[in-house]
Each structure stands twice: as structure tokens, then as C-alpha cells.
């Protein structure tokens, strides 16, 4: 069996949010709290990873040279989204695959604590131009917090919701709302093309993340077309602390409010902490 197939097998069976990592000279392994658990005895070779990789990237329908690194997402049968990283060491290629719903699950399914999720949603849904910045060592877990999020919005109405990513996380549902998505390099080219309807449709939350330029993010230029009583979303995925320590002490961004979050991988839910950073 190839090392996609037998990855793909082994995510089927694995509840959401289940991450494997495959890097040449070490046997595929699962991540869980704390540690990482072989699911093979074999080493991966790099003919292996890339073989996988470009099997993984005909499944996505991506067509194209491979570049050095890079992220997508699939649908894979009926089990789920498939989100793939991968990057090169040494001219060899290495694949994180994580195993995700296709839609945002309900918060009694991804929230340690639901209760504490709907207090903080229903705060959010009546705020007016606050900065909101989602860290966790993992984008996606951040992004189904926002998308959960805005489905709670969507849902509750009379609000309208506009997002910028790189890659789409999920495909949000108006409900008794409105919500407009635009996927940075499929519908728009760069930034500044999807920043530059914002003060035309001047949406009530706006959400900006591309997966592959974290920390080159012209906050100047962002925040020229964000009207004053927008709530605007970030998706950071590091520490709080070193959030603060780039963005805060050396960018310049105040005023933010910092939400945490953490991944039990032994019970696959998340808990979160809410903090201001003055």
C-alpha cells in the first residue's frame, strides 16, 4: 500500500482533528498530548513523501508544478476534510495530513467547555470594532473557532460577515444572516483586492488570514480599509506569548483581544482563554 493510502486509511478511522506527520528517516507517526505515537514500524523514505505528495495533490485537483512548500484541503469520501501541509528539508519532502469535518461541528462537539463558548460568541456578536486575534499552535483548530463563531453570528442575524483566506477553511452558511468569502489566489490576487470591498460592503466582521504569510501582514494597509465599527478576526497560529512579542511589542497592534486556544488530542476538544493586550 502507498504511503498516501495508508495514511488516508488511517485518518478514516481516526476521530476529527487527528494529525499525522510523515518525514523522510522516521516511521509515520500520530500526534497526541504531549507525545507522538508511530503508526508503523518503517521508516519513510523521501521517494515515498513526494510520491504521496503528488498523489494527495491529484486527489485535490491541483495541477501545476510542486512548490517548496505549501497548503491545501480535499474532501476525502464521506469522512471528513483532509488539510495538507507540506514543506522540504534537504531537497525532501515532508507532509502533515490532518483529518477535519466538512462543515463547522457544533461547539458541544469541539468545545471543552460549550457554555463558556456561548457566553464569549454572544459577546462578540454585539461588539463594534474590536480587534480579535485567535493563537494556537494550529491554524485550522483556530479557524474552526472562528468558524464556529460566525456560524453562532450567522445564526442569531442581522449581521454580515466578509473573510479574506489562503486556504478556505470552511464554507459558511448565510442562515439568517449574510456572509461573503473570497479564497486569496483562486477568487482574488492579492490582498489589497478583496481589502478594497470592504468599505463598499462595510460588513459587520471581517476575517483575514493566508496560511503562508503569517507574519508579513501590512497592518497599515489592512486597517486603511476597515471601517472604525468593524470587528476584524486574525488567526495566528503561535503562542499568545509570542503573539505578543512580535505583533504587539514590535508591529505595533494594539488594543487586541487575545483568545487562546488548546487542543486536548486525548479527548479531541478545545478549551480557551480570553485575554486583552491593553
Not at 215 to 221: A, G, K, Q, T
Request: charged share 25%.
Amino acid at each position: 500500500m502507498s504511503l498516501a493510502k495508508f495514511l488516508l486509511d488511517f485518518l478514516q478511522k481516526e476521530n476529527f482533528f487527528t494529525e499525522v506527520l510523515a518525514i523522510p528517516g522516521a516511521p509515520p507517526k500520530v500526534r497526541k498530548t504531549d507525545e507522538l505515537v508511530a503508526i508503523s514500524d518503517k521508516p519513510v523514505t523521501p521517494e515515498e513523501t513526494k510520491a504521496a505528495l503528488i498523489y494527495l495533490r491529484e486527489v485535490a485537483g491541483k495541477v501545476g508544478a510542486i512548490d517548496k512548500k505549501g497548503i491545501f484541503t480535499f474532501a476525502y469520501k464521506d469522512v471528513g476534510r483532509i488539510r495538507v501541509i507540506y514543506g522540504m528539508q534537504r531537497n525532501t519532502y515532508y507532509l502533515s495530513l490532518l483529518k477535519v469535518p466538512f462543515n463547522t461541528p457544533e461547539p458541544e462537539k469541539f468545545f471543552l467547555n460549550p457554555y463558556k463558548f456561548q457566553k464569549f460568541a454572544e459577546a462578540v456578536y454585539h461588539e463594534r470594532g474590536k480587534i480579535y486575534a485567535i493563537c494556537g499552535e494550529d491554524w485550522f483548530i483556530n479557524a474552526t473557532f472562528i468558524g464556529i463563531t460566525f456560524d453562532y453570528i450567522l445564526q442569531k442575524g442581522g449581521k454580515v460577515i466578509f473573510t479574506i483566506e489562503n486556504p478556505l477553511s470552511y464554507l459558511l452558511k448565510h442562515k439568517n444572516g449574510l456572509v461573503i468569502q473570497k479564497e486569496l489566489y483562486e477568487d482574488i490576487f492579492q490582498l489589497k483586492d478583496g481589502l478594497e470591498d470592504i468599505p463598499l460592503i462595510v460588513p459587520d466582521f471581517v476575517y483575514i488570514f493566508d496560511a503562508l504569510n503569517i507574519y508579513n501582514l501590512n497592518f497599515d494597509e489592512i486597517f486603511q480599509y476597515i471601517p472604525h465599527s468593524v470587528n476584524v478576526f486574525f488567526n495566528f497560529p503561535m503562542k499568545g506569548k509570542i503573539f505578543v512579542k512580535h505583533y504587539v511589542e514590535k508591529v505595533g497592534l494594539k488594543g487586541v483581544i487575545l483568545i487562546e486556544t488548546k487542543m486536548d488530542y486525548n479527548f479531541g476538544l478545545v478549551d480557551f482563554n480570553v485575554s486583552s493586550t491593553g
